[in-house]
C-alpha cells in the first residue's frame, strides 16, 4: 500500500460524502474531519503526513460545523489553547433579514 493509499482511505472513511481525492485537496477540511471522526488509527496515519504545526492551525482557523465539543476540548488541550475558544459557529441569517420574493 502507497502512502496516497493509506490517507485516502482514511479521507473516505472520516469525509464519506466526498470523493477521497477532492478531501485531500482540501487540508483543513480533511484534518478537522480526522480531528472529530478519526479514529487512533486514522490520526496516527495522518499524522505520518502531516505536521503538528497543521494540526494546531486547523484549530486556529477551524471550519464551522465540523467539531464536537469533546473532540474541540481535547485537541485545544492537546495543543495547550488554554482557556479553550468557543466551539465554532456558522452565522446564520436572522430570521427578521427581509426576503425577496420572486416574482
Known sequence: M????ELRKVAKRVVWFK???ETLNEPTLFLAH???YGTLADIVTTMKFYSDA???CVLCNPPAGIFDIRSWNYWNLRFRHEPVPPLPSRNLPSPDVQRVSAP
Open 19 to 21: 470523493p477521497p481525492e
Open 34 to 36: 480526522v480531528m472529530t
Open 2 to 5: 502507497s502512502d496516497s493509499d
Open 54 to 56: 497543521d494540526f494546531d
